[in-house]
């Protein structure tokens, strides 16, 4: 048989950019972001050298949940813009040579989404309740929930409804707020309504999709309660053998389209061989890589996750994207300072930082991107960990939005801390947000000195080291292996090769010297007498490797 070579799709060394709309620029003046404001930044994307970009739910929304409730999946909320501007967008992103992929959300609705108004208003056994999964309560009264399943906000996943006449009604499903009804996948229509919306979208040039809350559409059609002793991975409304099916027809859909298409999704569950199963040559391209996000910054866990993490040959799809933030966690510069800097998943919230003054955490951020752009495989990056921007943890209450800063056990910035509006310019806030003098969340004022317009002057900020670091990759990493080699340095460093190029991470007290008759292309520390610092990483070659010119760094070029 005739070699043929195929390229690797475009999104297998990627690095995207996750763009939390409401947050990133303000474009018409009302303190929240939105297309204009985004449109106007390409060129500090393009600048940044990321490859593509995910922009968070910009469809109709009440914006309960961020506006991950959705009302209409075909038409952009106002408070962003017009389905025009997305086009422009769209063109405009592909003009600049980056691509664009979207949220789809296909576990829920809004409850203000036509078809679960249609379904309040015309009552009991109205086949438009079949479109979601309305149950009678438990007891005489049916005041109990109709199982025992809860929110992943807290609290159960039922609300019980009031019907139009005032009477006590059944109670429906919602996994998430009861501002988010779940939708009854067994119906014809959702099918029809989400191959519609994947449809409008690849034809306007989306270049694919996020796909939010990925295992948890199809539910076990009994609703039983949850097993009294039964194992996190066998959950009834979670991971149901039949959400594959979805899958497999969402790909098959993206398929028949010309070009490549990324699909991405929020596959949050206990073991690798679970989060395996989205992975198919027919399913999703790709998960996020949450065990990466959630460690703790030690070099033993981080080893492990990467070699776990690694497809096990080279043509498994298998991929997880490595990711060290995104809008529901804390900032990952935060975490790292702390005594414990892991993320926890459930939900729980550990103490604020020891380090104030976010010197640990910093050091850690940089040595830390240095790492995640290292290894191979797509990367995404949130919005604002480019500025070195921490977890904002003293919002006033008053000032918070997110819902789930509204449960019990969680601080009350809820996720704000992280959406906080980015710092782009001037000494007091908005920083060039917005022209009309608030941001829908108050920044600190401490952050004037992590505005981009300050930080692109500076060659030792954390923007410059992004900007080298994804440049050298963008140049220099496409043609290296694809699989890794650990080194071994001792227990505190992380090391490892891929070809001629070696990434050193050091976790330990001491610096350590860098390996002889290598070459330094880009440190997230300064070196001293070629020693790598505490919290520091280093990307070399060894000599002999066709070189390019050195980045020290800070950044800039050194002969
Ligand atoms: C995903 C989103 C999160 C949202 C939830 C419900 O986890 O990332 O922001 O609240 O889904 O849609």
């Known amino acids: 048989m005739p070699f043929r070579y195929s390229a690797p799709p475009w999104w297998r060394q990627a690095v995207f950019y996750q763009i939390y709309l409401r947050s990133f620029a303000d474009g018409n003046g009302d303190g929240v972001g939105d297309l204009a404001g985004l449109r106007a930044r390409l060129p500090y994307l393009k600048a940044l050298g990321v490859d593509a970009l995910w922009v968070t739910p910009w469809?109709?929304?009440?914006?309960?949940?961020?506006?991950?409730?959705?009302?209409?999946?075909?038409?952009?909320?106002?408070?962003?813009?017009?389905?025009?501007?997305?086009?422009?967008?769209?063109?405009?992103?592909?003009?600049?040579?980056?691509?664009?992929?979207?949220?789809?959300?296909?576990?829920?609705?809004?409850?203000?989404?036509?078809?679960?108004?249609?379904?309040?208003?015309?009552?009991?056994?109205?086949?438009?309740?079949?479109?979601?999964?309305?149950?009678?309560?438990?007891?005489?009264?049916g005041s109990r929930p109709p199982n025992d399943w809860p929110s992943q906000f807290g609290g159960p996943a039922w609300t019980r409804l009031t019907e139009a006449d005032g009477t006590p009604g059944p109670w429906y499903l919602h996994l998430f707020s009861h501002h988010q009804p779940d939708l009854n996948w067994n119906h014809p229509d959702i099918r029809a309504d989400f191959a519609h919306t994947v449809r409008f979208w690849l034809e306007r040039g989306a270049d694919g999709f996020r796909v939010d809350a990925a295992p948890f559409p199809v539910k076990n059609p009994s609703l039983p309660d949850i097993a009294p002793h039964a194992s996190p991975t066998q959950l009834p409304y979670r991971d149901q053998h039949q959400v594959h099916e979805i899958y497999r027809a969402l790909r098959a859909l993206t398929d028949s389209y010309p070009g490549s298409h990324?699909?991405?999704?929020?596959?949050?569950l206990p073991t690798p061989a679970q989060r395996a199963r989205y992975v198919r040559t027919d399913e999703l391209h790709c998960t996020f890589n949450f065990p990466y996000l959630a460690s703790s910054w030690e070099a033993h866990k981080l080893r492990q996750i990467i070699t776990d993490s690694l497809p096990a040959d080279k043509d498994t799809p298998a991929q997880a994207a490595w990711v060290l933030s995104n809008h529901d966690t804390v900032r990952h510069l935060t975490r790292y300072g702390r005594d414990d800097s892991s993320f926890h998943m459930d939900g729980t919230f550990v103490d604020g930082p020891l380090d104030t003054n976010y010197r640990t955490g910093f050091a850690r951020a940089r040595a830390a991107i240095l790492l995640t752009l290292a290894l191979p495989g797509p990367a995404f990056l949130f919005q604002g960990e480019e500025l070195g921007l921490p977890e904002v943890e003293d919002l006033p209450r008053a000032a918070v939005h997110d819902l789930a800063g509204k449960q019990p056990n969680t601080p009350a910035q809820g996720r704000d801390g992280c959406r906080v509006p980015l710092p782009w310019s001037e000494d007091t806030p908005p920083f060039g947000f917005t022209t009309n003098g608030t941001a829908w969340l108050p920044q600190p004022s401490s952050w004037h000195g992590l505005t981009a317009q300050r930080q692109e002057a500076d060659p030792a900020s954390m923007l410059r080291l992004y900007r080298s670091a994804l440049a050298w990759r963008s140049c220099h990493m496409p043609s290296l292996p694809t699989t890794l080699r650990w080194v071994d340095l001792g227990t505190n460093v992380l090391a490892f090769a891929r070809g001629a190029f070696l990434c050193l991470v050091n976790f330990?007290?001491?610096?350590?010297?860098?390996?002889?008759?290598?070459?330094?292309?880009?440190?997230?520390?300064?070196?001293?007498?070629?020693?790598?610092?505490?919290?520091?990483?280093?990307?070399?070659?060894r000599s002999g490797y066709p070189a390019p010119p050195s980045l020290s760094h800070d950044g800039t070029k050194s002969s």
């Open 508 to 541: 330990g007290a001491h610096p350590i010297p860098l390996p002889r008759e290598t070459q330094v292309h880009l440190t997230s520390s300064p070196l001293k007498e070629r020693r790598l610092p505490q919290d520091a990483s280093a990307w070399l070659t």
């Open 262 to 268: 990324f699909l991405i999704g929020e596959v949050n």
């Open 59 to 141: 469809y109709t929304s009440p914006m309960a949940d961020g506006g991950y409730d959705i009302c209409d999946h075909r038409a952009i909320d106002p408070l962003f813009g017009t389905t025009e501007e997305a086009e422009s967008l769209l063109a405009e992103v592909h003009d600049a040579g980056l691509r664009v992929i979207l949220d789809l959300v296909p576990n829920h609705c809004s409850k203000q989404h036509p078809w679960f108004r249609q379904a309040v208003s015309e009552g009991p056994g109205s086949p438009s309740r079949d479109r979601f999964w309305f149950r009678p309560g438990k007891g005489p009264d």
